[in-house]
Nanobody
Framework: QVQLVESGGGLVQAGGSLRLACAAS????????MGWFRQAPGKEREFVAG????????DYGDSAKGRFTISRDNAKNTVYLQMNSLKPEDTALYYC????????????????????WGQGTQVTVSS
């Protein structure tokens, strides 16, 4: 079992920045592949970013490339999503996800690739 708690969401103006955090508990964190997804009203949940257990390989969805950075601190059992140059279309509920199953590759981009989910943190970007 893995418990995930997101924080750091809020209201920000377009062009601003936010840093999301996801605190994990219940398993050796450094062995867990982590991801961030988001879901806007009326839309499907979308892959934002992923990171392997060691933190040395990261992966981004098209909407995040060049603006968002995923990182992790295994000593603190926490994964982060630094979001810069935010746009109104980034408005969504952001979810943290963990994969604890076997790892056969470095990139996991679909919801079914992940085993545990947090409750989400709302990000609203005003124009």
């Amino acid at each position: 079992q893995v418990q995930l708690v997101e924080s750091g969401g809020g209201l920000v103006q377009a062009g601003g920045s936010l840093r999301l955090a996801c605190a994990a508990s219940g398993r050796t964190f450094s062995s867990v592949h982590m991801g961030w997804f988001r879901q806007a009203p009326g839309k499907e949940r979308e892959f934002v970013a992923g990171i392997i257990g060691s933190g040395t390989i990261t992966d981004y969805g098209d909407s995040a490339k060049g603006r968002f950075t995923i990182s992790r601190d295994n000593a603190k059992n926490t994964v982060y999503l630094q979001m810069n140059s935010l746009k109104p279309e980034d408005t969504a509920l952001y979810y943290c996800a963990a994969r604890t199953r076997y790892l056969s590759r470095s990139y996991y981009r679909t919801q079914t690739d992940y085993d545990y989910w947090g409750q989400g943190t709302q990000v609203t970007v005003s124009s």
